[in-house]
């Protein structure tokens, strides 16, 4: 059981170039996020997914584009990078609230770290 | 809008005492969770506790315990007999059903335990 993967781990992109990030989970999980980390500002939300086909704005979504074309995968996709995405990207995956599961949380991959140069 | 605010960046801690992170939090809602996570240097987002909204008992797990004030919006977490492996970036962070089950996190306090 490999819980939450993103790919890659690491990447560096010159500006203007764009990319794909990938999260995959495998816990059956109707929710899904995209969140980036920058100093001093914790854990942003930049889309999120309540379910396969659906996807929705998070609090910094500009400059992001996100499909879930398959329940278990959550793509992030940068069409024009900008030296601003330099960042730590987390993805994470949760149960429907109302599941039966008790103990509601997220799960988190182990994070991108991407640098615009 | 759904904030969460910790107002201590860094605080240092000698081995085996204790600590208490601050958490205050702003919401319209009472159907909630509410939780502190962990990152240690491996930069892993690792899950310390969870609190229900609608329920009254602090949660406590082995050395970590949280003083929930629903009233007050508040949710600090103690460590108890600090470790060494407790050095990590903690953050604080609320769920929200009506909210599409978003985690909304704080900024996030830098704990250091001194040996």
């Known amino acids: 059981n490999a819980g939450v993967t993103q790919t890659p781990k690491f990447r560096v992109l010159k500006t203007g170039q764009s990319m794909t990030l990938l999260c995959a989970q495998d816990?059956?999980?109707?929710?899904m996020y995209w969140y980036r980390q920058d100093p001093g500002m914790g854990l942003r939300l930049i889309h999120y997914?309540?379910?396969?086909?659906?996807?929705a704005k998070g609090e910094v979504p500009d400059g992001y584009n996100v499909s879930r074309l398959k329940k278990q995968n959550f793509l992030l996709g940068l069409e024009s990078a900008a030296p601003s995405q330099t960042s730590v990207y987390f993805c994470?995956?949760?149960?429907?609230?109302?599941?039966?599961?008790?103990?509601?949380?997220?799960?988190f991959g182990q994070g991108t770290r991407l640098t615009v140069v | 809008a759904q904030t969460v605010t910790q107002s201590q960046p860094e605080m240092s801690v000698q081995e085996a005492e204790t600590v208490t992170l601050s958490c205050t939090y702003d919401?319209?809602?009472?159907?909630?969770?509410l939780f502190w996570y962990k990152q240690p240097p491996s930069r892993q987002m690792i899950l310390v506790i969870r609190?229900?909204?609608?329920?009254?008992q602090n949660a406590t797990e082995n050395r970590f315990s949280v003083n929930f004030q629903k009233a007050a919006k508040s949710f600090s977490l103690k460590i108890s007999d600090s470790q060494l492996g407790d050095t990590a970036m903690y953050f604080c962070?609320?769920?929200?059903?009506?909210?599409?089950?978003?985690?909304?996190f704080g900024g996030g306090t830098r704990v250091l335990v001194k040996p």
């Open positions: 994470a995956s949760s149960y429907y609230w109302d599941s039966p599961d008790p103990n509601t949380e997220a799960f």
């Open positions: 816990m059956n999980h109707e929710y």
């Open positions: 997914s309540v379910g396969e086909g659906t996807t």
């Open positions: 919401t319209s809602e009472s159907n909630y969770y």
């Open positions: 609190q229900e909204a609608y329920k009254q």
């Open positions: 962070a609320f769920m929200i059903k009506a909210a599409g089950n978003k985690l909304t």
